[in-house]
């Protein structure tokens, strides 16, 4: 069983940063950040593997850049220039072959 555990989300201006952490239970190939908004479709928003091939929803590439710490387990999403379009609950993610595994959600909310 896989738990995740997202932290760093808040409430900032249109063009600001935040930087987003998620510490997992253990070592997983594949991990990344969906995000939901009221009222859209759930959006994936980045993936990185242990390797560091990442892979970036074109509406966050240039601004938002995925990494991680594999001795750490934690996955990070750096988030600059956001927009208010980018106001949403993130989900840090583990993908495994059999089950996706959801980390509790941290909001992000980018004023105008």
């Known amino acids: 069983q896989v738990q995740l555990v997202e932290s760093g989300g808040g409430l900032v201006q249109a063009g600001g940063s935040l930087r987003l952490s998620c510490a997992a239970s253990g070592s997983i190939f594949r991990m990344g950040w969906y995000r939901q908004a009221p009222g859209r479709q759930r959006e994936l928003v980045a993936t990185?593997?242990?390797?560091?091939?990442?892979n970036y929803a074109d509406s966050v590439k240039g601004r938002f850049t995925i990494s991680r710490d594999n001795a750490k387990n934690t996955v990070y999403l750096q988030m600059n220039s956001l927009k208010p379009d980018d106001t949403a609950v993130y989900y840090c993610n583990a993908f495994t072959p059999g089950i996706l595994f959801w980390g509790q959600g941290t909001q992000v909310t980018v004023s105008s």
């Open positions: 990185i593997t242990t390797g560091g091939t990442t």
